[in-house]
C-alpha cells in the first residue's frame, strides 16, 4: 500500500519561496513516477510537475516553469518542489502523487495518476 504524505506548505508574500515534499512509504519510491498537483477550490486540478523513476525526465506546466523544480531523493524516498518567486495565482492546495512504472511523465497526464497524498496548502498574498 502506497501512502503519500507532504509537508512544507504556509503562507508567503509575493516573490517568496517555499519548499515542498513528498514521503513515499510502501514500495519503494524508485518503481513511481511521481508529481505535483494543485487544486484550487471550484476549478479543475493543474498538473504542475512531474519526474521520470530515476528523475532523468522532468516535466512542468507553462504556468510554473522557470519558476518551480522537481527533484526527488530515492534513496529516501522523497520527492521535493522547490518554489520561487511566487505569486497570488500559485495559492492551492498542492498534491503529491505518484504512478507505477511504466508510467508516464508528461505534466498533462500526471493528474490521471494512481496515488494521491492529502494535500498541503500554500497561499501567496501579501
Known amino acids: 500500500q502506497v501512502q503519500l504524505v507532504e509537508s512544507g506548505g504556509g503562507s508567503v508574500q509575493p516573490g517568496g519561496s517555499l519548499r515542498l515534499s513528498c514521503v513515499h512509504s510502501?514500495?519503494?519510491?524508485?518503481?513511481?513516477?511521481m508529481g505535483w498537483v494543485r487544486r484550487v477550490p471550484g476549478k479543475e486540478h493543474e498538473g504542475v510537475a512531474v519526474?521520470?523513476?530515476?528523475?532523468?525526465?522532468?516535466s512542468y506546466s507553462a504556468s510554473v516553469k522557470e519558476r518551480f523544480t522537481i527533484s526527488r531523493d530515492n534513496a529516501n524516498n522523497t520527492l521535493y518542489l522547490q518554489m520561487d518567486s511566487l505569486k497570488p495565482e500559485d495559492t492551492a492546495m498542492y498534491y503529491c502523487?505518484?504512478?507505477?512504472?511504466?508510467?508516464?511523465?508528461?505534466?498533462?497526464?500526471?493528474?490521471?495518476?494512481?496515488?494521491w497524498g492529502q494535500g498541503t496548502q500554500v497561499t501567496v498574498s501579501s
Open positions: 502523487v505518484a504512478d507505477r512504472a511504466p508510467c508516464i511523465p508528461r505534466v498533462s497526464v500526471v493528474g490521471n495518476y494512481n496515488h
Open positions: 510502501g514500495n519503494p519510491a524508485s518503481e513511481y513516477c
Open positions: 519526474i521520470s523513476t530515476t528523475g532523468a525526465v522532468r
